[in-house]
């Protein structure tokens, strides 16, 4: 091994040992509630060499959910490639985003600093472009399934493979952040099972944009819906 090549490694490993303690660190106390030291001294490093690595705090917490964007994007590719049909796909993308939020609760969390932009100003354009080419790959993948459904017929031809991504997302995403937060208290006071709610939105919504004949051979919608009585 060259000289190069064995620096190129170690930098690499150092790397690493510092997305290991900001993960730790941030997990369990938040982006505002966390410091460089305290990274810094869960690492074994001087404060100074995370800033070689990473210009800002906000830099390295985005470094880290970085990692929750690969781990959700390699789940919801796998789910996407072993479905039979589009509709099966994104029944299954929706299941699998429920078992990584299960799974992953602290990655799922980390997401919502997107969505703060008053937060941003510590962060590089750099490292902000990593963090959009990445959700845009599984944008990208989701968007794709509902145009292949709208070439197969499983999908009607009136809808917008990407406003159709939007609503679908929006709508699992504020009810897990529901179950996330509230969901001890929707039981008490409501005896809603949030969860429940979770899988029935997906079937309504992949309802009302297939075709009536995808959706009559689409037994994973129907048993999600409940049942009416007269």
């Not at 993308?93 to 429920?98: A, S």
Request: aromatic content about 12%.
């Amino acid at each position: 091994m060259g000289i190069q090549e064995r620096k190129e490694r170690e930098k690499e490993h150092r790397r690493e040992e510092i997305l290991n303690a900001a993960q730790q660190v941030f997990f369990e106390k938040g982006l505002q509630n966390s410091t460089m030291d305290e990274i810094a001294e869960l690492a074994e490093l001087s404060k100074g060499t995370l800033y070689l690595y990473y210009g800002s705090k906000e830099d390295l917490y985005l470094a880290v959910m970085l990692r929750g964007f690969d781990l959700l994007h390699e789940m919801v590719a796998e789910a996407e490639k072993q479905a039979p049909s589009p509709g099966e796909a994104m029944w299954m993308m929706g299941k699998i985003y429920f078992d990584f939020f299960e799974k992953h609760r602290n990655f799922f969390r980390m997401f919502h600093f997107l969505q703060f932009p008053g937060l941003h100003k510590q962060v590089s354009p750099e490292m902000m472009e990593s963090c959009n080419g990445q959700t845009q790959k599984t944008w990208n993948l989701v968007i794709d399934v509902f145009r292949r459904g709208i070439e197969q017929g499983v999908f009607r031809r009136n809808i917008n493979p990407v406003e159709a991504a939007v609503i679908l997302w929006s709508s699992a995403n504020s009810i897990l952040l529901r179950i996330d937060n509230e969901c001890d208290r929707w039981k008490q006071t409501l005896n809603i099972d949030l969860v429940q709610v979770y899988f029935r939105s997906n079937a309504l919504f992949l309802q009302s944009v297939m075709t009536p004949e995808a959706h009559a051979r689409s037994s994973f919608v129907r048993d999600e819906l409940p049942t009416t009585t007269s």
